[in-house]
């Protein structure tokens, strides 16, 4: 592997990573310096829409809140890539398990994200974001 491969892999995983913890801690726009502008955003295989990034952080905003009081956590973990110059296609597992109002019902989600990440002036953003539904669990006590 390519010094410049290594440099990708681990900045396209901070991204990755910064994505989880604007998403968990609620600052939605800190998404905006890991999307780019036109960026395509589909969530609707786990029940969200598929939308612009204003929209997506509309969506989340007005939604996660409400239903998910307790908390959530995104742990995206293995991550296959596909880097050609300044394009990468990427595939990532996540597991996603939320609390919902009542602290004794936690949903628990695996879903991979499904994405094309572009370097914008130096810098790697996700261009497109597919979530795919792997599996749920309810549990309730």
Same mark, same amino acid.
């Given at each position: 592997?390519?010094?410049? /491969? ?24 800190? $998404?905006?310096?890991?999307?780019? /502008? ?16 204003? /929209?997506?952080?509309?969506? $989340? ?55 094309? $990440? ?24």
């Amino acid at each position: 592997m390519q010094l410049q /491969e290594m440099s990708d892999r681990l900045e396209i995983q901070d991204v990755l990573a910064r994505y989880s913890n604007a998403i968990d801690t609620m600052q939605w726009d800190q $998404l905006d310096a890991l999307f780019t /502008e036109d960026a395509d955003i589909d969530y609707t295989s786990m029940g969200g829409i598929r939308g612009t990034l204003a /929209e997506q952080k509309a969506f $989340l905003e007005q939604n996660l809140p409400t239903i998910f009081q307790r908390g959530f956590q995104h742990l995206a973990a293995t991550t296959l890539f596909d880097i050609d110059g300044d394009t990468a296609r990427i595939r990532t597992i996540c597991f996603n398990p939320m609390v919902l109002e009542d602290t004794k019902h936690v949903l628990f989600c695996g879903m991979w994200y499904q994405d094309t $990440l572009v370097r914008v002036d130096g810098r790697w953003r996700i261009s497109t974001r597919v979530q795919d539904r792997g599996w749920t669990l309810d549990l309730k006590r």
